[in-house]
């Protein structure tokens, strides 16, 4: 069963950084594709951004693009979300995914809160 592990959410001030991992195992993690995404309660789940398996596409929703950074090291089995400029929009829960043999796979979120 594939398991994804997030950490370093937090709280942050408008303007700061965080750093988000993802830790993956049980399997082949640099055959796929990754993705982050965000959720506020009571709103729908958002894509972020999203990195090919070798780390050469990535994509970002216009409101995060030039703050945010997906990254990847697939010796590691690690998935990155490098948030820069935070603004109190960013205010989420975030998710890692994959989509594994056709099936959807989410670790158990980390809280990000941006907040004066």
């Known amino acids: 069963q594939v398991q994804l592990v997030e950490s370093g959410g937090g709280l942050a001030q408008p303007g700061g950084s965080l750093r988000l991992s993802c830790v993956a195992s049980r399997f082949t993690f640099s055959s796929y594709a990754m993705s982050w995404a965000r959720q506020v309660p009571g709103k729908g789940l958002e894509w972020v951004s999203r990195?090919?398996?070798?780390?050469?596409?990535?994509y970002y929703i216009d409101s995060v693009k030039g703050r945010f950074t997906i990254s990847r090291d697939n010796v590691r089995n690690a998935l990155f979300l490098q948030m820069s400029s935070l603004k109190p929009e960013d205010t989420a829960v975030y998710y890692c995914?994959?989509?594994?043999?056709?099936?959807?796979?989410w670790g158990q979120g980390t809280q990000v809160t941006v907040s004066s």
């Open positions: 990195i090919g398996s070798d780390g050469s596409d990535t």
């Open positions: 995914h994959t989509k594994y043999r056709e099936m959807d796979f």
